[in-house]
């Protein structure tokens, strides 16, 4: 099963907008990572959240983490047209070596 | 550095004939996993392997899917026989163990077509 949901599926936006996407998970979790995947390529580890983290900065990214709501979002400031590709959240569960992905968000931003 | 490195990049084979993919992975990593991905399923964890030892191969679909790691530097997918629901792109990627959960490092994938 999915231990990582994305949302949304797809989102669309224009160049200098903000992205933000959702990752909803299901078990305890060690750390959340995000990953980005660019068409027809292999998916490149973008930011990592440790449990006990609320946010993390990352150049013009920001990562949030809600253990109690068991979701995180990733907000992509000032987006370029060089931002659009798949995006991934992912997750152990606690005691696990297995990483887990959700389904992605498939962004689109518009030069 | 190099990266993870897998090959071949693209395969279109028949049914019934056997796919072999190849992977080595970022030298010094201790973790190499295998992971499938469609449209309808996602990423979908095969096998994965802890120095060179299989770990946890559940998601290995069925007995036509097998895995080795004869060494740390190399690893190999063999499906035999193929079918065209193996038709996905297949990605190897690594891990080194660190104390606060491991960041992974694919590969470009394997993008295989069962015709």
């Known amino acids: 099963s999915q231990q990582g949901e994305e949302d949304p599926q797809a989102l669309s936006i224009q160049e200098g907008e903000n992205a933000t996407m959702n990752c909803s998970y299901k078990?305890?979790?060690?750390?959340l990572q995000w990953y980005r995947q660019n068409s027809g390529r292999g998916l490149v580890h973008l930011i990592l959240i440790r449990s006990n983290e609320r946010e993390k900065h990352s150049g013009r990214l920001r990562v949030t983490l809600d253990t109690s709501k068991k979701s995180s979002s990733l907000l992509i400031t000032a987006s370029r047209a060089a931002d659009t590709a798949s995006y991934f959240c992912a997750s152990y569960r606690a005691g696990s070596y297995q990483l887990t992905f959700g389904k992605g968000t498939k962004l689109s931003v518009i030069p | 550095d190099a990266g993870v490195i897998q090959s071949p990049r693209h395969e279109v084979t028949e049914m019934g004939q056997e796919v072999t993919l190849r992977c080595k992975p970022i030298s010094g990593h201790d973790y190499l996993f295998w992971y499938r991905q469609t449209m309808m399923r996602g990423l979908e964890l095969l096998i994965y392997?802890?120095?060179?030892?299989?770990?946890?191969d559940s998601g290995m679909p069925e007995d036509r899917f097998s895995a080795k790691m004869p060494n740390a530097s190399f690893s190999t997918l063999k499906i035999q026989p193929s079918e065209p629901r193996d038709s996905a792109v297949y990605f190897c990627?690594?891990?080194?163990?660190?104390?606060?959960?491991?960041?992974?490092?694919f590969g470009e994938g394997s993008w295989l077509t069962v015709v």
């Open positions: 990627a690594s891990s080194i163990t660190t104390g606060f959960g491991n960041t992974i490092y």
């Open positions: 392997f802890n120095n060179n030892v299989p770990i946890d």
């Open positions: 078990t305890s979790i060690n750390n």
